[in-house]
């Protein structure tokens, strides 16, 4: 699956990542550097991990920071799986926050694998 974030000023907030077949979540966070308005185009970011039971009220999990400068791109990532999920919860989203600079575009991917149920096979 592939996630795409939508920014809003300095804050990247990722889609609803329903995790109800899978057990396992990775997330990639890229994040470009400067050289797009302007060189000053650049900062850290503190990247959130959070997950839900609705996909509407989320508690971050785990946080990581995402470092970039004016000459490189930079990004971060998580892994999550089932075994770590609260009970009951179902949703998985990743946010990104600018912790210095201006902000900049940021990606957010995301992969879900390792299905729960295994695939239906059809008699021969």
């Known amino acids: 699956d592939r996630g ?3 920014r809003v000023g300095q804050t990247c907030t990722g889609v ?3 995790m109800a077949r899978y057990n396992n979540f990775v997330a990639l966070i890229s994040i470009a550097s400067g050289g797009l308005a302007n060189d000053s185009d650049y900062g850290d970011y503190i990247c959130y991990l959070s ?3 609705d996909g509407t009220t989320y508690v971050v999990v785990a946080t990581a920071t995402a470092v970039t400068s004016t000459d490189a791109a930079y990004g971060t990532s998580f892994e999550w ?3 770590k999920m609260a009970i009951n919860k179902k949703f998985l989203r990743v946010n990104a ?3 210095t600079g201006t902000g900049n ?3 957010i991917e995301y992969l ?3 299905a729960r149920y295994p ?3 059809l008699a021969t």
């Open 4 to 6: 795409v974030a939508a």
């Open 51 to 53: 997950e839900s039971t």
């Open 112 to 114: 879900r694998f390792n």
């Open 119 to 121: 695939q239906a096979t």
């Open 97 to 99: 926050t600018a912790a």
């Open 16 to 18: 609803n990542v329903s």
């Open 81 to 83: 799986d089932a075994q």
């Open 105 to 107: 575009v940021i990606g």
